[in-house]
């Protein structure tokens, strides 16, 4: 089992829609999560991070559950813009563990 | 502006024909990283660096060698290339190893070796 498993997608989606990612984690231990987006061809840059409480950033929610080991990412009313590989990451014993990402494409 | 640079943004070199990737922050980190993406694979650390004189393998540092002589940079040595270190290459940095305040990337280096 790897150890971030992301479902890759892609997921194509029109405008204004609402999507949903979900990430799974294998180490109970993990301490810490992210959510990257990497445009093609691009660098890495991060989304946001992932409290335990949950949070919001703008159209993006990002939510933990640590007892079933998964992490989520939603977005609402979906942009262009949005179109890019979303990266879910864990922060293990002092690394961070990269998912494959899931590819989104957001249509006219 | 708070950047990481790497350079060059793409090479082609032939097999075993030494080359170095430079990779420079002007954000005083502390903490600085090499990945390579591979299709199916993901990113991948090579080598890391907590500090100034102070590295440590990644999970592929097999081909790779890197030094810290100072804070801002941390280039990537490829001794002797073969072409299954045709990848593309990421520069990373953050304030701490954590990654908590998040990692910044440079633009990426895309090698091929014939």
């Known amino acids: 089992r790897k150890e971030v498993e992301q479902d890759p997608g892609p997921f194509n989606v029109p405008e204004g829609a609402t999507v949903a990612f979900n990430c799974t984690y294998s180490n109970s231990a993990s301490q810490s999560f992210f959510w990257y987006r990497q445009d093609c061809r691009k660098e890495p840059k991060l989304l946001m991070s992932?409290?335990?409480?949950?949070n919001e950033d703008g159209r993006f929610t990002a939510q933990l559950n640590r007892a079933s080991q998964y992490i989520s990412l939603l977005i609402r009313d979906s942009k262009l813009s949005d179109s890019a590989t979303y990266l879910c990451?864990?922060?293990?014993?002092?690394?961070?563990?990269w998912g494959l990402g899931t590819s989104l494409a957001v249509n006219p | 502006e708070a950047q990481v640079t790497q350079n060059p943004r793409y090479l082609i070199t032939v097999t075993g024909k030494k080359l170095t990737v430079t990779c420079s922050q002007n954000m005083n980190h502390e903490y600085m990283s090499w990945y390579r993406q591979d299709p199916g694979l993901g990113l991948r650390q090579i080598y890391y660096?907590?500090?100034?004189?102070?590295?440590d393998k990644g999970d592929v540092p097999e081909g790779y060698k890197v030094s810290r002589k100072e804070k801002r940079n941390f280039p990537l040595i490829l001794e002797s290339p073969s072409p299954n270190q045709t990848s593309l290459y990421f520069c990373?940095?953050?304030?701490?190893?954590?990654?908590?305040?998040?990692?910044?990337f440079g633009s990426g280096t895309r090698l091929t070796v014939v």
């Open positions: 660096s907590m500090n100034v004189e102070v590295t």
């Open positions: 992932v409290y335990s409480s949950g």
């Open positions: 990451v864990v922060r293990g014993n002092r690394k961070l563990i």
């Open positions: 990373a940095s953050s304030s701490d190893v954590t990654g908590n305040y998040g990692y910044t």
